[in-house]
């Protein structure tokens, strides 16, 4: 069983920043690729960022020279950092990570969303 826990989402005013973070645990082998998504009321979920095991990186355009992903390989923790939010930014945010267990299994895990809300 492979858990992943997001944390770090909360209220900012435009302009602020939010640090979020996601931990994987329990019977894991390897923490392939890792991303960020969103999704805001009646809009469909969107990718944000992703960042694969070898430290390549990818960002929506709307979030480009705004936000940064990293993650550590070695305790198996994402974080998405978002500095210059702007209202179009909230939304409930998720952690995604491709998993592969200690069987040998690799699959497709999410948390449990964090809400990020932009207002002033």
């Known amino acids: 069983q492979v858990q992943l826990v997001e944390s770090g989402g909360g209220l900012v005013q435009p302009g602020g920043s939010l640090r979020l973070s996601c931990a994987a645990s329990?019977?894991?082998?390897?923490?392939?690729?890792v991303g960020w998504y969103r999704q805001a009321p009646g809009k469909e979920r969107e990718l944000v960022a992703s960042?694969?095991?070898?430290?390549?990186?990818e960002y929506a355009d709307s979030v480009k020279g705004r936000f940064t992903i990293s993650r550590d390989n070695a305790k198996n923790t994402g974080a998405l950092q978002m500095n210059s939010l702007k209202f179009v930014d909230t939304a409930v945010y998720y952690c995604?990570?491709?998993?592969?267990?200690?069987?040998?299994?690799?699959?497709?895990?999410w948390g449990q969303g964090t809400q990020v809300t932009v207002s002033s």
């Open positions: 995604n990570a491709l998993v592969t267990s200690t069987r040998g299994y690799t699959y497709n895990y």
């Open positions: 329990g019977k894991i082998l390897s923490v392939n690729r």
């Open positions: 960042i694969t095991s070898g430290g390549g990186t």
